[in-house]
């Protein structure tokens, strides 16, 4: 990576907390730098990912062999009568395991390009969101 663009990632080093802010740290990049070679984008994304999972009650986001894995928090708050929903609007995609600790798995198609997957999981992240019972 370009060490002027290293510079203003870890200056800038607040962790992104929603899609505004990587949108504002994105636009930054490209004003400084013009538009950011691949990898700086994929730290975005990540770090996006990973402030949502966080919310979700998301303790760990893997991502394997076009298999995205998404472990729970096993005190979180989610409502587990509306999984079934989530899983239906996926339509086979995502599924939900409580063996050992409760996750998400989803299957990506061979081929997804990393933008598409890093969309795919904020959409699933967000979705998981709305699980969650706030009165727990």
């Given at each position: 990576?370009?060490n002027n663009i290293k510079e203003l990632m870890?200056?800038?080093?607040?962790?992104?907390?929603?899609?505004?802010?990587?949108?504002?740290?994105?636009?930054?990049?490209?004003?400084?730098?013009?538009?950011?070679?691949?990898?700086?984008?994929?730290?975005?994304?990540?770090?996006?990912?990973?402030?949502?999972?966080?919310k979700a009650g998301i303790t760990m986001v893997?991502?394997?062999?076009?298999?995205?894995?998404?472990?729970?928090?096993?005190?979180?708050?989610?409502?587990?009568?509306?999984?079934?929903?989530?899983?239906?609007?996926?339509?086979?995609?995502?599924?939900f395991s409580a063996k050992g600790t409760p996750?998400?798995?989803?299957?990506?198609?061979?081929?997804?390009?990393?933008?598409?997957?890093?969309?795919?999981?904020?959409?699933?992240?967000?979705?998981?969101?709305?699980?969650?019972?706030?009165?727990?």
């Amino acid at each position: 990576l370009n060490n002027n663009i290293k510079e203003l990632m870890i200056e800038e080093n607040k962790e992104i907390e929603n899609k505004e802010e990587y949108l504002d740290l994105q636009g930054e990049l490209i004003d400084r730098f013009g538009e950011p070679p691949a990898p700086v984008n994929n730290l975005l994304s990540i770090a996006l990912v990973k402030s949502i999972a966080h919310k979700a009650g998301i303790t760990m986001v893997k991502y394997e062999g076009n298999r995205a894995e998404f472990e729970l928090y096993e005190k979180a708050a989610i409502n587990p009568e509306r999984i079934p929903e989530l899983l239906e609007q996926y339509k086979g995609k995502l599924k939900f395991s409580a063996k050992g600790t409760p996750s998400f798995s989803y299957q990506e198609e061979k081929g997804t390009s990393n933008n598409q997957v890093f969309k795919n999981m904020e959409k699933i992240l967000l979705d998981i969101c709305t699980l969650i019972d706030e009165e727990k």
